[in-house]
């Protein structure tokens, strides 16, 4: 990220929302603030992308990991302990630590559905842009047929000199 871009987005986030405002407390225009903007709303996007797909699943399966460790220690010191005390406590722990699992695997089921939802989406947009590249091409070549026939017309056609 560029230093421009930095303060911009330092001063959107400040609550600054006119380009203009922007533009003039930058010394630089209003289409180069908006052209900025554009690109930060592309990175933000990125990034959010990004997290749902790599960050968020790996801190999930650390958290996974972490719990099975304590729910393997808490065993341990239930198995393992002659007081009454430290094994109810142990007890406490293991139950605490199956409702975290639980809550995980839910919320993990949740993310899931979030990267099943982004990837659709972009699948979408992907088809659409596909679609409107279609729609582009086949506009053009109508326009190389008419521009074609009205130079067929043109040639034809008897000139008035």
């Given at each position: ?91 406490q722990l293991i139950l605490t630590t199956y409702d975290k699992l639980q809550e995980l695997l839910l919320d ?36 190389e047929v008419t521009e074609y026939q009205r130079q067929r017309i043109l040639t034809v056609w008897p000139s008035?000199?």
């Open positions: 990220m560029s230093l421009r871009q930095s303060r911009i987005a330092e001063l959107l986030a400040k609550g600054y929302t006119n380009q203009g405002i922007i533009a003039r407390e930058l010394n630089v225009s209003e289409a180069t603030v908006s052209r900025e903007i554009k690109f930060l709303e592309k990175q933000a996007q990125i990034n959010l992308q990004n997290h749902i797909k790599r960050r968020i699943p790996l801190e999930m399966e650390h958290c996974y990991t972490g719990l099975k460790i304590v729910l393997r220690k808490a065993y341990e010191v239930f198995d393992n302990s002659t007081r009454s005390s430290e094994k109810l406590q142990a007890l993990e089921n949740y993310a899931n559905e979030s990267v099943d939802m982004l990837q659709n989406r972009e699948r979408r947009m992907e088809e659409r842009l596909e679609l409107r590249k279609e729609e582009i091409i086949q506009r053009a070549k109508e326009a008035s000199k």
